[in-house]
């Protein structure tokens, strides 16, 4: 266990220690213990402030991919994995089909066709072709319906059905608390997901207004790697380490939920 | 990375199996393709171009190109240009090629290195310069650039920049340990020998293998391992006599573990830059900007040096890196695309270039005399551009790449790159590359002929 959390929490702990040093200080010392000048505040500010502050359009992007991207991947697939489960209708193996073997293929095989069916349609270099893509989650989709089998008892929907209520109506007051937990955990990873993405705004995006971190702090990483670039590997570093720090709020914010749920039904 | 490495490999040979097979069909061996005439502008229609109400886009990574798209659009305000920076080298290459093969979203102009002009060139997504007259503006450039950009008889950009080779040095390391400095290669690997004795922890340089090094190298050496016939016959030939040379110095350091192992632009090589465990650089004339941003703490260490060579007294380098910019085929606005290359690699923008640490290729800045006496406080008050621009002239001629060389440089590390790996003979290594990229080019539809 100990060895796990020291594997795990060393780059961070990296990240932490870098962040406080001038590029100079990076080349000259010991990765993992403080020296130098403290330069944390200093490199937040050119973090913030350099190219325009760029770094700040790349996390408003970021977000807006977030929020529209895993927080519509969530709804959706939280409506269609409660359907399959607790509707009866022809063709449905078909669909459990389809659904397992998109779940089998990675984003990257699907990147470079996605990108000529919307250059097609003239949508590349546009948000719309990072965030359409981000709505499909079959991982999500598959993992609401297993958990609405379990967790949403058929007997209070037929209950909620002889007292009159719509199944939309249904759906929204009655289900959705119960699947809280499943939901929950699909929004957390596709939070994860969509906030880590790299490869599919990568080559969609030719604009660096419409760039998400990732994609941005790369090609400050690339300044580096390039005849007559300046290396900015001290803003890298900063930039990287200000990146995360809202996923891991998010995920420690969303696991009180999460875990709740790990438990719900244990006892009956 | 090891994602992106992937696709681009697929990506590159996919998009180039379309692009090439619909490319050779459009080109014609005179080097003028049958709808180039019309495509081409008189001096009359650029200039009225530049004065209508017009947006440009511009995609490249040169640093330099900020200052140079502020200052046209000061002189031209009706032209607006958006310069983008979608990725550096193959990232950028992998995006181009993509908006070629989709037949949309291309830029006007394009960043293109020499090594990669011809892929772009051959394939007929760019415009042939002649038509706009570019042929008058030979003279203003060196012969090493204007040779790159000449292809099958046609102009496909204007050069920007240019990498002749020199040695960069530790003064500091080699003084500290009595070690002249060298001047052909057999005392570089003397050099070597001494300096890894005298410290376990400092090398001559570092190198894990870099393609386009080592092509730099085989040129340098005489070696013209790729020969063009016409725009599908290619002859390809890593074991002639000037690969052979460079072998013959390069194995005696990768054999006695003479060569750092780290990978060049890394971080780690910033800090043996910095610290001094790698003592030279064979590399481009642009690298002294790299060096003040990403080894700051080693200023006034470094100085340059002509690069060795293999019979003392005889000068000769090779470019290395470099390149142009390009209009694309897919430009609505060919006419002032080709206006704003007329002035970024014309003499306003070279200018620019060089005042923000580019090394120019255009022949009035490189002869000029604020540019050979200047002092560069880095390099401890050397006049390094005296060296540079020596170099410049010390280019060994008739150097060609392929038309395939972004492939072939992406499959460098599973061929040469093994040699490096298992500290093996380079000549096995090149020999692998030779057969993986001819197989390649057969693939595309080239006659590939190798010895």
């Known amino acids: ?268 | 990375m090891k994602n992106n490495h992937r696709f681009r490999r697929v990506a590159t040979a996919a998009l180039a199996a379309s692009l090439l097979v619909g490319g050779l069909a459009a080109c014609s061996g005179s080097g003028t393709t049958a709808s180039a005439g019309a495509e081409g502008a008189s001096a009359a229609d650029i200039a009225k171009a530049l004065d209508t109400e017009t947006t440009l886009t511009v995609w490249g990574w040169a640093p330099q190109l900020e200052p140079i798209v502020e200052a046209f659009e000061a002189k031209y305000p009706k032209v607006h240009v958006n310069l983008e920076n979608v990725g550096t080298g193959n990232a950028h290459y992998t995006k181009l090629q993509n908006a070629v093969k989709a037949g949309s979203g291309a830029p006007d102009v394009a960043q293109i290195e020499y090594n990669a002009l011809p892929q772009f060139a051959l394939s007929d997504s760019l415009v042939n310069l002649k038509d706009f007259g570019a042929e008058e503006l030979k003279d203003n450039y060196t012969a090493s650039t204007w040779g790159s950009v000449n292809l099958n008889g046609g102009v496909y950009a204007l050069p920007q920049d240019s990498g002749p080779m020199a040695m960069f040095y530790r003064a500091d390391v080699f003084e500290k340990h009595g070690i002249s400095i060298p001047t052909t290669w057999d005392e570089y690997v003397e050099a070597g020998k001494k300096l890894h004795a005298a410290d376990p922890k400092a090398y001559i340089t570092s190198d894990t293998g870099d393609a386009g090094f080592t092509t730099s190298m085989i040129w340098q050496a005489g070696g013209k391992p790729y020969t063009l016939d016409g725009s599908t016959k290619v002859a390809v030939d890593l074991q002639d006599e000037g690969a052979r040379k460079w072998t013959g110095t390069w194995n005696q350091l990768l054999k006695n573990d003479l060569l750092s192992p780290v990978t060049s632009w890394s971080d780690e090589w910033y800090k043996g830059l910095s610290d001094g465990s790698i003592a030279t650089l064979i590399i481009g004339a642009w690298m002294p900007a790299n060096l003040e941003s990403g080894a700051a703490s080693a200023s006034g260490q470094w100085r340059v040096a002509p690069m060795p060579t293999y019979e003392k007294g005889a000068a000769a380098t090779a470019e290395n890196g470099g390149g142009g910019d390009a209009v694309m085929k897919q430009s609505k606005n060919k006419a002032a695309a080709y206006g704003f290359l007329q002035f970024a690699n014309g003499p306003e923008g070279s200018k620019i270039h060089a005042a923000n640490g580019g090394f120019p290729s255009t022949t009035a800045d490189l002869q000029s005399e604020a540019f050979l006496n200047a002092e560069s406080a880095y390099f401890g008050g050397q006049k390094i551009n005296e060296v540079l621009v020596q170099a410049s002239k010390d280019v060994v001629p008739g150097w060609s790449y392929l038309p395939f060389q972004t492939y072939a440089n992406s499959i460098y590390s599973d061929t040469v790159g093994q040699a490096y790996g298992s500290k093996g003979d380079l000549n096995d290594g090149l020999k692998a590359w030779q057969d993986a990229t001819a197989k390649y080019g057969q693939q595309q539809g080239f006659t590939v002929t190798t010895k």
């Open chain 1, 1 to 268: 266990m100990g060895v796990m959390a020291v594997y795990a929490l060393l780059p961070l702990f990296w990240l932490l220690v870098n962040s406080t040093k001038t590029q100079t200080s990076l080349f000259s010392s010991f990765g993992l213990w403080f020296s130098g000048d403290f330069a944390l505040w200093d490199n937040i500010v050119g973090t913030l402030t350099y190219n325009d502050g760029e770094f700040l359009r790349w996390l408003a992007n970021t977000v807006l991919y977030v929020v529209v991207g895993a927080g519509g991947a969530t709804f959706l697939a939280t409506l269609a994995g409660y359907g399959l489960a607790k509707f009866d209708f022809p063709g449905k193996r078909g669909v459990f089909a389809v659904v397992l073997g998109a779940v089998a293929i990675p984003g990257t095989a699907l990147a470079v066709p996605t990108f000529l069916m919307f250059s097609q349609m003239g949508l590349t270099n546009t948000p719309w072709s990072v965030i359409i893509p981000s709505l499909i989650s079959p991982f999500g989709l598959y993992l609401v319906w297993i958990y609405a089998l379990e967790s949403v008892p058929t007997e209070v929907l037929e209950a909620a059905r002889m007292d009159g209520a719509g199944e939309f109506r249904t759906f929204f007051t009655i289900s959705l608390r119960m699947l809280a937990p499943g939901f929950i955990t699909v929004l957390l990873f596709t939070v994860v997901a969509t906030w880590n993405n790299y490869f599919l705004p990568l080559i969609m995006l030719s604009q660096s207004t419409w760039y998400p971190l990732t994609v941005g702090l790369n090609s400050w990483n690339a300044q580096a790697t390039t005849a007559g670039g300046e290396a900015i590997y001290n803003l890298v570093i900063t930039g990287s380490f200000l990146t995360i720090v809202p996923i891991v709020g998010a995920f420690l914010f969303l696991q009180r939920f999460w875990q709740s749920g790990l438990s719900a039904g244990s006892v009956k």
